[in-house]
């Protein structure tokens, strides 16, 4: 089926000019009918696929992002962010690896307590969020990651998180692998307590 050029020139303008990454349902209906929204984004992503930005796929979403290997150019211009302390990326992992998971099984595979600090950050971030209730004994909170969280770590799937060596390579762990990155590179280290940081309201506790 040959795809209509007009289609692919719409769907283009939606895409550059959204805000956000837009899922193919939202893009197909801005279209005409009968637009088939698959082969006009295939279409869109070959178009793209060797220019200076790339239409690529986020949690489930699609969107411009600058070509991978053109990043180095926009350094100078990226937002500077709080880095996450070891403690806050240490439960960051735990959870997108082992979701749904509760603060005592964060608290079981790091080997130390969780302060309350730790997971007010990840939630304003709008990393995290609460998954339900455990049936067991208490019911415990669950928590798992967020569509933001993929958006905002490049990745399209769960499936698509990468090991501790990918981690550290990114330069988004500049410290040798403790608990759950222990696991993930074979490194056999110590355990290391530390301070997670200032006190913060727990958002566990706020649970009615």
Do not use: C
């Amino acid at each position: 089926m040959t795809v209509d050029p007009e289609h692919v020139r719409m769907a283009e303008a939606l895409l550059f000019a959204a805000s956000e990454p837009l899922d193919a349902a939202t893009l197909a209906a801005r279209l005409p009918d009968g637009a088939d929204i698959d082969a006009v984004l295939e279409t869109l992503e070959e178009q793209y696929r060797h220019k200076g930005v790339n239409l690529t796929r986020l949690a489930g979403k699609w969107t411009f992002l600058t070509a991978p290997d053109l990043a180095w150019m926009l350094e100078e211009e990226r937002e500077t962010t709080r880095r996450l302390s070891r403690a806050a990326l240490e439960t960051l992992a735990i959870i997108a690896y082992h979701q749904p998971v509760t603060r005592a099984e964060i608290e079981e595979t790091r080997g130390v307590g969780l302060s309350r600090g730790t997971m007010d950050v990840l939630f304003d971030a709008g990393w995290i969020r609460p998954r339900g209730r455990r049936r067991t004994p208490g019911r415990p909170v669950t928590y798992g990651i967020t569509e933001e969280f993929l958006i905002h770590f490049g990745l399209d799937d769960i499936k698509d998180l990468p090991g501790f060596d990918e981690l550290k390579a990114a330069g988004l762990l500049d410290t040798e692998p403790s608990g759950i990155f222990r696991d993930l590179s074979g490194n056999d280290g110590e355990d290391e307590d530390e301070e997670d940081g200032e006190d913060r309201f727990d958002p566990e506790e706020e649970e009615a």
